[in-house]
């Protein structure tokens, strides 16, 4: 593969239980069972899951606007719509994202199994392929091996055109470039963990049902059904997507950079409602275990709110909340306007 990205760095971003720095091991190492649907040799049944996933949400996404025009959407789809979207985008950022990737606090058992399967329902494959991926993006951020940077293809316009095309959703087609024994053995190793993983196919169904279920229930119609199915299912899919794919796209290619990173990782204030604080992306990335990407006055953080919640149930712990000595070590002196007083709890 011919890319203009700069070769990887000695230095790895820590990511807890992830073993993102060793060679990939033989023997033991080797025979962990599978969490992937198929297989890891044979993901063709998965494969072909996520383009379907993908395709049809997407459809329905631009053909969303017309038919709100026309039609209109009711109440109901539309509360259906926000509120599985948040379900989903909560499982990911909270669950999948700062728990599973990167060790931000500890959950109690429950709490661990409720993030792996919210997480499932957002559509965006199972959990242990989505960490293993996002911990080998963290290794390698903008850097030779970083499975899906913008700046793959060069600095030039049609090369950044391409390149954010690539990791806005061209990766995920691309031949399986990451171990997962090597980069979530530790969530392999957990047996509930593997089967909801193995179960994507589940739980994506329970995903996609459960809003044309309660949309037909309610209104007593299939009418309802339908239309639920629409805007609280494909709609809200297709949105949650493509937000979710803006971090890996947009926020690596632009944004306010306050927070000195190895990357091009930057802040995009507009997404930060939607990504659930998911686009405070820079500070994430200048501090990866960090439980609170938006650490500066006014950066709305929803993700970093439930986990405090959590904590005050008791059930989360030891939360890597962002101090402020470790936040001034990292912030830029050439950027004095974004020395607000940050968020530390």
């Known amino acids: 593969m011919t890319t203009s990205l700069p070769a990887p760095r000695a230095e790895a971003t820590p990511t807890t239980g992830s073993p993102a720095g060793a060679p990939e091991p033989s023997g033991p190492a080797r025979d962990l069972p599978s969490a992937t649907l198929g297989g890891d040799r044979q993901r063709s049944v998965e494969q072909i899951a996520l383009l379907l996933f993908i395709i049809v949400p997407f459809v329905a996404l631009l053909a969303a606007v017309p038919l709100a025009w026309g039609w209109g959407v009711s109440w109901l789809d539309l509360g259906l719509l926000v509120v599985f979207y948040f379900l989903g985008c909560h499982g990911i950022t909270v669950g999948f994202h700062r728990y599973f990737t990167h060790g931000s606090f500890k959950a109690k058992r429950p709490l661990r199994i409720a993030l792996a399967i919210a997480g499932s329902m957002a559509v965006e494959g199972p959990v242990v392929r989505w960490v293993a991926d996002h911990r080998k993006h963290h290794k390698f951020s903008d850097a030779e091996g970083d499975p899906h940077s913008p700046?793959?293809?060069?600095?030039?316009?049609?090369?950044?055109?391409?390149?954010?095309?690539?990791?806005?959703?061209?990766?995920?087609?691309?031949?399986?470039?990451?171990?997962?024994?090597?980069?979530?053995?530790?969530?392999?190793?957990?047996?509930?963990?593997?089967?909801?993983?193995?179960?994507?196919?589940?739980?994506?169904?329970?995903?996609?049902?459960?809003?044309?279920?309660?949309?037909?229930?309610?209104?007593?119609?299939?009418?309802?059904?339908?239309?639920?199915?629409?805007?609280?299912?494909?709609?809200?899919?297709?949105?949650?997507?493509?937000?979710?794919?803006?971090?890996?796209?947009?926020?690596?290619?632009?944004?306010?950079?306050?927070?000195?990173?190895?990357?091009?990782?930057?802040?995009?204030?507009?997404?930060?409602?939607?990504?659930?604080?998911?686009?405070?992306?820079?500070?994430?990335?200048?501090?990866?275990?960090?439980?609170?990407?938006?650490?500066?006055?006014?950066?709305?953080?929803?993700?970093?709110?439930?986990?405090?919640?959590?904590?005050?149930?008791?059930?989360?712990?030891?939360?890597?909340?962002?101090?402020?000595?470790?936040?001034?070590?990292?912030?830029?002196?050439?950027?004095?306007?974004?020395?607000?007083?940050?968020?530390?709890?």
């Open 151 to 345: 700046w793959r293809y060069g600095e030039t316009l049609p090369a950044l055109m391409k390149g954010l095309w690539w990791a806005h959703m061209g990766w995920m087609f691309d031949k399986e470039q990451t171990p997962q024994h090597v980069y979530a053995p530790d969530l392999i190793k957990d047996p509930a963990i593997r089967r909801i993983s193995r179960q994507f196919i589940l739980w994506t169904a329970v995903s996609l049902l459960l809003p044309p279920l309660i949309g037909g229930l309610v209104t007593w119609s299939w009418q309802g059904a339908l239309t639920a199915l629409f805007w609280g299912s494909l709609v809200r899919v297709g949105l949650l997507h493509h937000v979710t794919w803006s971090i890996n796209s947009i926020c690596h290619a632009v944004g306010k950079r306050p927070f000195k990173s190895r990357d091009r990782s930057g802040n995009v204030w507009w997404l930060a409602v939607l990504s659930c604080g998911e686009s405070w992306h820079n500070l994430h990335h200048a501090d990866p275990t960090s439980a609170r990407h938006g650490v500066d006055r006014g950066q709305v953080d929803s993700s970093a709110r439930l986990i405090r919640w959590f904590e005050l149930a008791g059930w989360a712990s030891d939360v890597r909340w962002p101090k402020r000595s470790r936040l001034d070590a990292r912030r830029r002196v050439e950027n004095p306007e974004e020395s607000a007083p940050a968020q530390t709890a």
